[in-house]
């Protein structure tokens, strides 16, 4: 998949909704990658996480409302290189992952706002596809999300 996020934003105008108000680190080896929109919404628990990355992901990234928190990591090399053997062609986390040196060997797209070294809990708790909302953008299960170096955008159909 080869596109900019930018040519997207203007030949879309209409359509895009663009995520805003935060810096956002790209970790992964793939630097722009897009598809249907997963989501997980979980708060310093990667149970939801580790287990949808672990199911067919050709098409669709995984999008997670971490609540922002850094304070553990919702992903590291071992899930992500699970998601990558399922196909997923990225995930997007409002929060934190680690192992980041090793990321950056996957091909997949890993973008979060930032990094730290601890592992999250795993007490089973989050919810799977239901609307999150992260950056003044409501992210709905089955639209599609496009990242780049330039950010992030969403739209209720495919752009490519
Ligand atoms: O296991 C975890 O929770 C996160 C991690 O370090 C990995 O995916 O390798």
Redesign the pocket.
């Known amino acids: 998949m080869s596109f900019v996020t930018c040519d997207l934003c203007d030949d879309n105008a209409d359509i895009v909704s663009v995520v805003t108000g935060h810096h956002w680190f790209s970790y992964g080896g793939r630097k722009a990658f897009g598809g249907e929109i997963v989501t997980v919404k979980c708060f310093e628990d990667?149970s939801r996480v580790?287990a949808h990355l672990g199911t067919d992901g050709k098409g669709k990234v995984l999008v997670v409302d971490g609540g922002a928190s850094l304070r553990n990591?919702l992903?590291?090399?071992?899930?992500?290189e699970n998601a990558v053997k399922n196909g997923w062609e990225g995930v997007i986390i409002y929060g934190a992952c680690?192992?980041v040196d090793e990321l950056a060997k996957l091909d997949i797209g890993v973008m979060t706002l930032g990094c730290v070294p601890i592992?999250?809990v795993r007490r089973d708790e989050g919810q799977l596809n239901i609307d999150i909302t992260f950056g003044g953008v409501t992210f709905r299960p089955g639209e599609y999300v496009y990242a780049d170096n330039n950010g992030i955008i969403t739209a209720p159909k495919a752009l490519l």
């Open positions: 990667n580790k990591a992903i590291g090399d071992m899930i992500a680690r192992d592992k999250s």
